[in-house]
């Protein structure tokens, strides 16, 4: 039931005013999509009203829980330093059938607040 997909992805780090720009070939098993983005294995996991977006490298594991209006806990593993309180707020997520249009906050040891919009369509 995998199937290979095209995606775009475009990651903007509001707080700095970045964008993170790519096409990459994924992996869609059911309600996963798995990719590899430079050295970021990335992981979107689709439920009804929830998204989890997990990223990892060789630096770190990050745990995003997203749901729609709703702050949540996720995990931020850092090699090295161990792992630091995460707490997600979710303003938007809409999910399409070949697209995803999520905005949220991240906020790590309730202090250090990044604003983020990532947006992703099948090509």
Do not use: Q, W
């Not at 990459?24 to 996963?32: F, S, Y």
């Not at 689709?46 to 702050?71: A, C, V």
Request: with cysteine; net charge negative; hydrophobic share 35%.
């Amino acid at each position: 039931n995998m199937a290979k997909i095209c995606l775009r992805t475009v990651l903007h780090n509001k707080t700095e005013e970045k964008f993170f720009n790519s096409e990459v070939n994924a992996i869609l098993d059911k309600n996963r999509i798995k990719y590899i983005d430079k050295d970021v294995t990335v992981i979107l996991e689709l439920e009804e009203n929830t998204l989890n977006i997990i990223r990892r490298s060789n630096e770190y594991d990050i745990l995003l829980p997203l749901k729609k209006g709703k702050k949540t806990i996720g995990n931020y593993h850092i090699n090295g330093l161990g792992t630091l309180d995460l707490e997600v707020e979710t303003t938007k997520l809409e999910i399409g059938d070949t697209t995803l249009d999520v905005h949220y906050k991240m906020i790590v040891d309730k202090e250090s607040v990044s604003e983020f919009e990532f947006l992703l369509e099948y090509i």
